[in-house]
């Protein structure tokens, strides 16, 4: 009977899933304990650390630990290593030996499935040079068809790489988009993470025949964080790189060096025409093996009252314009601004921005916060709104101030909503999910946003400033997650700027510990001034 591994991984502090590794990585330390000890550990493919069990000095981030021990096999683990803390790694029992598989050691691709005629596309020689998760991020690799454009429908897809986290994969989905040119969604599949083993090599998607335009995109969502993601494979033996980072609400940029990720796309005789287009999202998700039973749901929810959902559009109206100076972009007055961040220890760095109104949304709240609440905000006839009380009490209740008003809502198109600690590319914290639905709770008389719950994850406002003209912006802004917990303080510059002031790490026993802090320096050209106190209500709603 073949010994079980017995793994304890102890994470002593939680993070984001893997980030891009720079020469300034500060340095800290792991733990490493075998049974029986004296095995070899090897750090990212590259660096003999010593035997075990020892201590050992290694750049902070998400590291490769190779663990060899004549007789035994050989273990991987991906470990987070967080700066200022020791991350122990313990195997209790090492197995027995088989025939040990070789890291790095790429696979041939299988032979194309047939279908007539068949290409695959891909970039480099098919071995890899490194692997990468981006947490906060995804992957994104282009392809042209060239003179080859009868060849226009993919019809599979091929990722080298290997999963990290925990043993067991989570109960959800990656996501795959099939991009136009213009970065607009072709298709949107979903494949399970069951899928994706903790082992090196190469696997392969089906996806039903989609027509494609000649120049077309493969993006990539793994929706990383430490206990779960991919790390994907790159190739640096390329002539010229064809591959991004980004995600679709945020854009895309390319990878910092000359190398592609190992992306394979099967392509097979089409039709002539161009592909059908969705506009900016995805209007249909497909599922990786879609149902064929069309039979109706006989326990589907009926469809809402419509005096219901008059009543709930009514609310959203006011709570998108009592909200709109924070979830959508400071008063007219604030024209241009400049701050000076600093994330931990690292130098304080300057960001201008000269046009207040076109300025991106970590730029605005210098923090990465992106939810539902944005949406609902920008758009309130996009959402289905269930209302909580029944509609003759909320009618009351607006008429009475003094209670608060909870409302159920779906959007049309779920999105991936966003969390961290940083700003646009680096991050201490970070956490993303596909959302489509929550539960709103707004004071009835101002329309302030007290509480917002989706799946996992609850955000809390409080200590509101009053901006003027019915509008009002969270001074504390708290979210609690599944895997992380962000607590983020805010301040308000004349003429109603309203940005971070502080980010927090709430530890066990609930104290703050700082993780970054920013400071406005200047509001249109001028020195910048902190408002005084703004959390007294007005003597009445200008509303």
Same mark, same amino acid.
């Given at each position: ?44 493919? @590259? %660096?003999? *650390? !010593?035997? +075990?069990?020892? /201590?050992?000095?290694?750049?902070? =981030? ?68 490194? @692997? %990468?998760? *981006? !947490?906060? +991020?995804?992957? /994104?690799?282009?392809?042209?068809? =060239? ?397």
């Amino acid at each position: 009977m073949m010994n079980a591994v017995l793994v304890s991984l102890a994470m002593l502090i939680s993070g984001a899933g893997p980030q891009v590794e720079t020469s300034e990585s500060p340095q800290t330390r792991i733990y490493v304990r075998t049974i029986p000890p004296g095995a070899q550990i090897k750090l990212d493919d @590259e %660096r003999l *650390l !010593g035997p +075990s069990d020892g /201590l050992f000095l290694v750049p902070s =981030g998400v590291r490769k630990l190779t663990i060899e021990m004549d007789g035994y096999n050989t273990e991987i683990r991906h470990v987070n290593a967080q700066e200022g803390w020791v991350t122990r790694v313990e195997l209790i029992k090492l197995e027995k030996s088989k025939p040990a598989e070789k890291p790095w050691t790429s696979q041939p691709l299988p032979p194309p499935r047939p279908a007539s005629p068949t290409k695959v596309l891909s970039y480099g020689d098919g071995t890899a040079e490194g @692997e %990468r998760s *981006l !947490g906060g +991020s995804g992957h /994104l690799i282009k392809f042209d068809l =060239g003179k080859d454009s009868a060849v226009n429908q993919v019809v599979g897809l091929e990722l080298f790489g290997s999963r990290y986290g925990d043993p067991e994969p989570p109960r959800e989905d990656f996501h795959v988009y099939l991009l136009d040119d213009k970065n607009e969604v072709i298709k949107e599949l979903r494949y399970p993470y069951s899928k994706l083993k903790r082992e090196q090599r190469w696997y392969a998607f089906d996806v039903p025949p989609t027509t494609v335009t000649s120049r077309f995109s493969v993006a990539l969502s793994f929706n990383p964080h430490r206990t779960k993601g991919f790390l994907l494979g790159y190739d640096t033996d390329i002539d010229a790189s064809h591959s991004y980072t980004g995600l679709l609400a945020r854009g895309f940029a390319t990878v910092p060096k000359k190398y592609d990720w190992m992306v394979r796309a099967r392509m097979a005789s089409g039709r002539p025409e161009a592909a059908e287009r969705f506009g900016s999202r995805a209007k249909v998700i497909e599922e990786a093996s879609p149902s064929s039973d069309s039979t109706a749901d006989p326990f589907a929810a009926p469809p809402p009252d419509p005096q219901a959902q008059a009543l709930g559009q009514a609310v959203l109206r006011r709570v998108a314009y009592a909200n709109r100076h924070w979830l959508i972009g400071p008063p007219k007055a604030v024209e241009s601004y400049e701050f000076t961040y600093q994330m931990g220890d690292d130098p304080p760095k300057v960001y201008r921005v000269p046009d207040a109104s076109q300025a991106r949304s970590g730029l605005l709240q210098g923090t990465t916060f992106y939810s539902p609440l944005h949406e609902i905000v920008r758009h309130p006839e996009s959402v289905t709104v269930e209302l909580r009380s029944p509609v003759s009490l909320l009618n009351k209740v607006i008429m009475s101030p003094g209670e608060t008003i909870a409302l159920d809502y779906k959007l049309d198109e779920p999105i991936d909503a966003a969390f961290g600690n940083g700003l646009e590319g680096k991050w201490r914290g970070y956490s993303e999910r596909r959302v489509g639905e929550g539960t709103l709770v707004v004071d009835s008389k101002t329309f302030k946003i007290l509480n917002h719950r989706t799946k996992g994850v609850e955000q809390r406002f409080s200590e509101f400033a009053h901006l003027g003209q019915g509008s009002y912006a969270p001074q504390r802004i708290k979210i609690v997650g599944d895997s992380m917990t962000f607590d983020w303080d805010f301040a308000i510059y004349e003429p109603g700027l309203w940005i971070l002031k502080e980010a927090n790490w709430e530890r066990d026993d609930e104290s703050r510990l700082p993780m970054a802090n920013l400071k406005v320096t200047k509001v249109n050209g001028l020195e910048a001034t902190v408002r005084g106190d703004t959390t007294k209500a007005p003597s009445s709603d200008p509303f």
